[in-house]
């Protein structure tokens, strides 16, 4: 059932089995799984089923590099559903060479295995909603060729490996499923400020939790999880530091550092010499109708090989702000984006990211284009909207084919763990009182090489195979990398998981060292960023911990 926490009397205490923290992705499939073993579960979500912007504005922060790190608004959604509300819905796995020893990779390894999540893939994708857990086109049937060109196989170099998509909002998707729950009580509107320990500091005795208005609630219960997203979980760690210098999860020293994230950008064009026509250049679907996407990658052996870390590209559109393109469709998408109407056709972080580098007279520009190329725009509007808006499965974006062959290369690769990018407390405090945080996050020359290392050598295999080659768009690579390079979506590392408590903030199951009863289910814990947005792994690790702690809870009411 939904509870508005603003009808519950100050200083009243809620107790329960379980304290899920935050109702979105992570928190709603923990809920929803308890909830299955028979366990009774506070979900507390600091937002409603609605957007506010006052609730919103308690998760931002004046200290961070716009540069480097878009605002926390952007990056995170304090609502019912979470991120997902929000979010662009690509879906794919981290790899087995992401939980390998990497020592070219300085503090890159996990205490688990890939094998540990790989049995919650099937469920993940359950709950998202997006077919099986088939990320190859080999595993697709009825699919004409398996990589993105003919003629060009799998080697070192793949271009058979796979996106997939969901564009769902977990809030909206499962809000019936957790309204009609006897065990699942969402309380709304309540922010938790403070885990609160015994005497002894290694028991949870409360979280103590406000709502907007200034009303404190207690939240009782034997074991309590953090799923409110990667640097929520950490602020809420660092401020409860009552009888934890540094805060809950600072044994180590750790807590808030290897903040750690994605590279992404555009260096280069990819110009194929194969015939245009045959160049997979948008989306496929598989016997379910999910939209899925290929990409360039590299073998796990390749990887090692070269000490190369994590990192994938595809084809992408050119730069839709840059009317020089001469597309209709391209110009249209990016008029359409900079209107008024922009904001309610994705979210804000795309729809700037998509709009960014405007030109002088880009708009007389973009409206030439559309009318000198008005056939195509007249006949892509209605078709893409139904498809994007009507249809049962949405479709996720679009792709322009390229006569020419020539289509530019997005990439996105994992950050080297760093122990001096970080966050941690500023002395300002929100409007509930809790202290905000300053976010300090920093490249280094060694994600530079990586991207420049990966682009060489998917030249080299298009080369190698007469298939086509890479064309720089910039002469000064390192530069165009540097100024491309930011983060802030996926908030990976800064309660990064170990074996032993002076290695890092939780335990492998997801408990913080030294604690039995208090659990960090987020990107937060993972110790690298693989070439992946984080949202499956996330789900994975979700269901995982719920497998957990289900089983525990059996185990101690058969005793």
């Avoid at 009397?9 to 809920?31: H, K, Q, R, W, Y």
């Avoid at 420049?452 to 030249?459: G, K, N, V, Y």
């Avoid at 039995?516 to 814990?525: E, I, K, Q």
Wanted: charged share 20%; aromatic share 8%; proline share 5%.
């Amino acid at each position: 059932m939904l509870i508005a926490a603003e009808g519950l009397p100050n200083g009243s205490t809620l107790e329960s089995d379980i304290t899920v923290v935050g109702a979105g992705a992570a928190g709603i499939v923990i809920a929803l799984e308890l909830a299955r073993a028979g366990l009774r579960v506070n979900l507390i979500e600091s937002g409603g089923p609605a957007f506010s912007q006052r609730v919103q504005a308690l998760a931002d922060t004046n200290h961070l590099d716009p540069a480097i790190h878009p605002p926390m608004s952007q990056c995170t959604r304090r609502q019912i559903g979470g991120t997902s509300v929000i979010w662009g819905g690509r879906v794919v796995p981290f790899d087995p060479v992401d939980f390998d020893d990497r020592p070219f990779l300085p503090h890159s390894r996990w205490p688990i295995g890939y094998e540990a999540f790989a049995p919650y893939f099937e469920q993940a994708c359950k709950y998202l909603h997006c077919g099986l857990p088939h990320f190859n086109t080999r595993d697709l049937p009825g699919v004409r060729q398996t990589t993105l060109v003919p003629g060009l196989p799998d080697g070192d170099v793949l271009t058979s490996t796979l996106e997939r998509w969901s564009v769902m909002n977990f809030g909206s998707v499962y809000r019936r499923d957790l309204e009609s729950s006897k065990l699942i009580s969402l309380v709304h509107g309540l922010t938790c400020t403070e885990i609160v320990c015994d005497a002894s500091g290694q028991r949870v005795d409360h979280i103590l939790a406000k709502t907007i208005s200034g009303r404190e609630i207690r939240v009782k219960s034997r074991r309590h999880i953090l799923a409110c997203g990667g640097l929520n979980a950490t602020r809420l760690l660092l401020n409860s530091d009552r009888l934890h210098p540094g805060g809950i999860g600072n044994h180590s020293g750790q807590l808030g550092r290897f903040y750690t994230g994605h590279i992404t950008g555009r260096i280069a064009e990819v110009r194929f010499s194969t015939p245009p026509r045959e160049t997979v250049f948008g989306f496929d679907r598989d016997a379910e109708g999910v939209y899925a996407r290929r990409r360039f990658s590299f073998s796990r052996e390749f990887q090692h090989k070269q000490k190369l870390a994590n990192i994938v590209g595809w084809l992408a559109n050119p730069e839709i702000s840059d009317p020089g393109h001469g597309n209709g469709v391209l110009s249209f998408a990016y008029l359409i984006l900079r209107s008024p109407m922009g904001k309610f056709l994705a979210s804000e972080a795309i729809r700037k990211a998509t709009i960014k580098g405007d030109v002088q007279g880009g708009v007389a520009a973009h409206t030439l284009n559309m009318l000198r190329d008005l056939p195509r725009t007249a006949a892509f509007i209605p078709t893409f909207g139904y498809k994007r808006f009507l249809a049962r499965r949405k479709v996720p974006g679009f792709f322009q084919y390229s006569a020419s062959n020539v289509y530019t290369l997005h990439y996105a690769g994992e950050q080297a763990p760093n122990p001096d990018s970080r966050v941690s407390l500023a002395t300002d405090r929100d409007e509930l009182g809790m202290r905000r945080i300053a976010i300090d996050h920093r490249y280094s020359p060694r994600d530079t090489q990586l991207v420049l290392d990966a682009h060489r050598a998917w030249d080299h295999h298009l080369r190698r195979h007469n298939c086509g080659e890479l064309r720089y768009i910039e002469p000064d690579l390192e530069h165009s990398i540097a100024k491309q390079a930011g983060d802030g979506y996926h908030q990976i590392g800064s309660t990064r998981m170990s074996e032993l408590p002076s290695d890092g903030v939780v335990a492998p199951d997801g408990n913080v060292h030294g604690f039995d009863d208090l659990f960090v289910a987020g990107s937060s814990t993972f110790v690298t960023a693989s070439q992946a947005n984080s949202m499956f792994l996330i789900l994975a690790n979700a269901l995982r911990i719920a497998d957990h702690l289900a089983g525990q809870a059996h185990r101690e009411a058969a005793r």
